[in-house]
């Protein structure tokens, strides 16, 4: 089993930064996709961005291209996500997820229901 547990929301003005962490613990010595999600009130969870485990393919969605950045530190086994200019729209909680690659350095899936474990969230505000 993967615990992942996400750190580094807050409120922030609009224009401002934040950087969000997921921190895994338990079995990690396998490879992962990890991927954030986010779900604002009243609307679905959304893909934001995904990271293969090498760290080399990344994706974002077209919303948040340009303003964020996904990376990782696998020896801390941590993923990062790193949100400049950020928009009152982009108020929600934020969900780390992983995806067991099962040795593929590259791999790295776009779909929710590929990802095994989640984290609890952490919710970022942008005020206006």
């Known amino acids: 089993q993967v615990q992942l547990v996400e750190s580094g929301g807050g409120l922030v003005q609009a224009g401002g930064s934040l950087r969000l962490s997921c921190a895994a613990s338990?079995?990690?010595?396998?490879?992962?996709?990890t991927a954030w999600f986010r779900q604002a009130p009243g609307k679905e969870r959304e893909f934001v961005t995904a990271?293969?485990?090498?760290?080399?393919?990344?994706y974002y969605a077209d919303s948040v291209k340009g303003r964020f950045t996904i990376s990782r530190d696998n020896a801390k086994n941590t993923v990062y996500l790193q949100m400049n200019s950020l928009k009152p729209e982009d108020t929600a909680v934020y969900y780390c997820?992983?995806?067991?690659?099962?040795?593929?350095?590259?791999?790295?899936?776009?779909?929710?229901?590929?990802?095994?474990?989640w984290g609890q969230g952490t919710q970022v505000t942008v005020s206006s």
């Open positions: 990271i293969s485990w090498s760290g080399g393919n990344t």
């Open positions: 997820a992983a995806d067991p690659t099962y040795g593929s350095r590259w791999y790295v899936s776009l779909r929710g229901y590929d990802y095994d474990y």
């Open positions: 338990g079995r990690t010595s396998s490879s992962y996709s």
